[in-house]
């Protein structure tokens, strides 16, 4: 919770953190035990010197918490998506990408040989219409983040399927931030709308508190990508100390159901009181809690006034965000004490007052 980039304490509220899960003392424990026995680094790429059984545990591991056949490691999510989108669509196929999509999914699409369509954000009439337009295609994707990492929104997975199934065109989620979050057992958007995607990209740098990529899905698609993903195959394999971590984290993950229900309820109290107090919150039911403040300048000022108070949460501005919607993007985390909360809205309270904002 506390950072300390002047040496002075400070607690995050933007953190991505969302299950606490970074410093937990089990994962420490977990990360360095591996971390002697297999050294700091993994010296190669999983195809070559870097693999180890952790790395394979922990495939098969996050294949059984996506329920899916078969799970495939990568660096980092942002490399997990510019894998799968490089490689997987190919010439004479299109991609389908929600306008406010990830700049890992905007990267990919452009690496890749196929073309791309882009819809209204999450706007599934939008999205039907230019299905029926690009039937002339090979292959079709539609590409979604799961949940929309700067507003907080939850792509409606249910009906893009359904929508897929009708036009005969392939799903790919980017469940960055639903993994861990979303679902009972928190296994992301497909378990919250008990929905089947051909493709999950994920990253462990979020809820699960570690770092590195994965894809899961069949084992079709898996041996794809262990052939054909650049970024899989020429690039050097995360630290096997690190595999351990994210095997212990999610254990926790999925046993741990108080985390997440504890992490909803102060979201929702968190949006309750800044939208009484006036404010402006955008969001669905996930822990982002996007506050728009507007001109760039003034989400700075904002920031500025927070972090006098110790509160760290910076201003989000564009290019990540449209023209006259900066915003702080504030998160909650299961980390987070009641005490904190309430610092958190009285000080909300206060630089609104004094802002003429509320
Ligand atoms: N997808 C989304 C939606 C993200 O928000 C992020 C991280 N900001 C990524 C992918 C990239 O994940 P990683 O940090 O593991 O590269």
Redesign the pocket.
């Known amino acids: 919770m506390d950072t300390a980039t002047d040496g002075k304490r400070e607690t995050v509220f933007s953190s ?1 953190d969302y299950l606490g899960l970074a410093n937990d003392i089990q994962l420490i424990r977990e990360a360095k035990s591996v971390l002697h026995d297999f050294g700091v680094g993994s010296s190669g790429s999983r195809l070559t010197t870097g693999n180890t059984r952790w790395h394979e545990k922990l495939e098969k591991r996050i294949a059984a918490f996506k329920q899916t056949e078969a799970a495939l490691l990568f660096s ?4 997990a ?1 510019i894998g799968v989108l490089s490689s997987l669509p190919e010439q004479g196929d299109v991609i389908l990408s929600d306008e406010l999509n ?1 700049a ?2 905007i990267d990919g699409c452009r690496l890749s040989r196929a073309g791309t369509v882009v819809y209204k954000h999450v706007d599934m009439d939008d999205l039907e219409g230019k299905l029926k337009q690009t039937q002339s295609y090979h292959r079709r994707f539609i590409v979604t ?1 799961g949940v ?2 700067m507003d907080g929104t939850i792509a409606p997975l249910d009906r893009i399927v359904g929508l897929a199934r009708h036009y005969q065109a392939y799903v790919i989620v ?1 469940d ?2 639903a993994t861990g979050v979303l679902g009972g057992n928190g296994r992301g958007t497909s378990e919250y709308f008990n929905v089947s995607p051909n493709v999950v990209i994920g ?4 809820a699960v508190g570690t ?3 994965f894809v899961a899905g069949s084992h079709q698609l898996i041996d794809f990508l262990l052939n054909h993903a650049r970024t899989f195959i020429f690039q050097t394999a995360i630290p096997p100390s690190s595999c351990a971590a994210s095997y212990a984290a999610l254990e926790i993950v999925e046993a741990d159901k108080e985390k997440r229900k504890g992490l909803f309820s102060k979201a929702k109290k968190v949006k309750s009181a800044l939208t009484d107090m006036g404010y402006q919150v955008k969001g669905g039911a996930t822990s982002i809690i996007p506050v728009l403040i507007g001109e760039a300048a003034k989400s700075v000022l904002f920031s500025q006034k927070l972090q006098e108070k110790r509160i760290y949460a910076p201003a989000i501005r564009p290019p990540t965000v449209p023209v006259g919607e900066s915003r702080i993007r504030l998160t909650v985390t299961a980390g987070h004490s009641s005490e904190e909360i309430d610092y958190l809205l009285e000080s909300f309270n206060l630089i609104g007052k004094e802002l003429n904002m509320i």
């Not at 990253?203 to 979020?206: C, G, I, V």
């Open positions: 991505n980092s999510g942002y490399l998506n990830h890992s999914i983040d929309f990492s980017d960055a931030h990253t462990l740098s979020k770092e590195g990529g």
